[in-house]
Every structure is written in C-alpha cells, then in structure tokens.
C-alpha cells in the first residue's frame, strides 16, 4: 500500500483552531484529491488539483483550504470556520490524460476529532 | 455538476449467493465509471472499473455492466464469500478536468 501517505493518523482539535493535514506521493501522479467521509455519506471531494499552483473547489469546500506548491505534496487545512470537521479525510492521487489509468490511488486516511 | 445515486445502502447475502448493487449518474459525458471496496478502518480500493465505449466487463467473479442510455451501471458479484463483507462505492467521471463523484456506498454483508 505504499506511494500515497497521510499523516497524521489521528488528529485532535479544539474549536476554534486551524489544522493541517499532509498528503504526500511518490507516485509521480499529476492530479490530487482530498474527500471527507462521514458514515452513510460516501466519500465527497474537498478540493482536487491537477497541477501545481492550481486547484479546484469540490462540492463542499467551505470552511477548508489547499495548496499545491510541490507535485508530491497537497496538504488540506481545516479551519475554523468548518462548522462540522468531525470526520475521516482521505487523499488520493492519479495520473491524467488519455490512454493513461484514470485509477484513483487512495492514502491511509487522517480521523479528525474536534473536542 | 455530476450526481451519482447507489442503490441499496445495505445488503445481506447468504455465502455463495449473488450480489447487484446499482449506481445511476447524471450527465451523459461521464466517460469513467470505477467500483471501489472499503474494508473497516482500510482505504477504499479500486475492484473493477469500465468505461463508455464498454458495455461489459468481468474479472473472475466480479463483473460490471454500463448502460449510457439509460446513464446507470451496475456491480455484480458471484458466488460471495464472507471475505467479500464490506462497503462497496461506485463513482463517474467526467471529461478532462473533472474529479470522481461518488455514490454513498453500500454496505454488503455476507454470512456463512
């Protein structure tokens, strides 16, 4: 299960505070996915990105925010205006373009708890 | 914007039964159409994917077919075995520049 890794495992958070998240790959992938995961509602997109220095907004992006200044790296702050960040994040990460996979690689995912 | 819709939340098998869960999607130029397993407490995994010039397509005892027509495809499971217990999401993919959009998955159970 290696080239998508997320760190750290299990994040606690009192209100009120920002928190970063890391996900990293060395799969040489160009596009990069963050998805939240709450029981009975799947998996729904955060923000993605397919290039460095550019991302896009998902379905739920209020409340968070991303960078990509390394293709190997996108990290995903929660901040404190995420008004229920309780949850399980999970980055993912694939090649684009025709004639390549569009298989999506998942990391081990990160469990916040906002106490 | 894409919106998929899996069908049914749950589902209970006896070991060696067969197992349909079904996913309808809503724009017509998703080309990409995966089937993903997630194990309690595990990343979910790619199981079998298709895409729109395919009707139909099978691994062992997992097989997925596509209707554009009707915009829905469906995962089908053979002979289940307890192993297979876990929750399954489909997702649909649009043109370039799009992400994956998921189903709220389905929980499988399968009972010896």
């Known amino acids: 299960d290696g080239g998508i890794t997320q760190s750290p495992k299990y994040l606690f958070r009192k209100e009120g505070q920002n928190v970063t998240l890391s996900c990293e790959q060395n799969?040489?992938?160009?596009?990069m996915y963050w998805y939240r995961q709450d029981p009975g509602q799947g998996l729904r997109l955060i923000y993605y990105?397919?290039?460095?220095?550019?991302?896009q907004k998902g379905d739920i992006a209020e409340g968070y925010s991303v960078s990509r200044e390394k293709k190997e790296s996108f990290p995903l702050t929660v901040t404190s205006a995420q008004k229920n960040p309780t949850a399980f994040y999970l980055c993912?990460?694939?090649?684009?373009?025709?004639?390549?996979?569009?298989?999506?690689?998942f990391g081990p995912g990160t469990r916040l708890t906002v106490l | 914007g894409e919106n998929v819709e899996q069908h049914p939340s749950t589902l209970s098998v006896q070991e060696g039964d067969s197992a349909v869960i079904k996913c309808t999607y809503s724009?017509?130029?998703?080309?990409?159409f995966p089937w993903y397993k997630q194990e309690l407490g595990k990343r979910p995994q790619l199981i079998i994917d298709?895409?729109?010039?395919?009707g139909e397509k099978k691994d062992q005892r997992i097989a997925v077919t596509l209707n554009k027509t009707a915009k829905h495809f469906s995962l089908h499971i053979t002979e289940t075995q307890p192993e297979d217990s876990a929750v399954y999401f489909c997702a649909a993919k649009g043109q370039a520049g799009t992400a994956l959009i998921f189903g709220k998955g389905t929980t499988l159970s399968v009972s010896s």
């Open positions: 993912a990460s694939s090649m684009i373009g025709t004639g390549v996979t569009n298989e999506q690689f």
């Open positions: 990105s397919q290039i460095v220095n550019d991302f």
């Open positions: 724009d017509s130029a998703s080309n990409y």
């Open positions: 298709i895409r729109s010039n395919v």
């Open positions: 799969l040489n992938h160009d596009a």
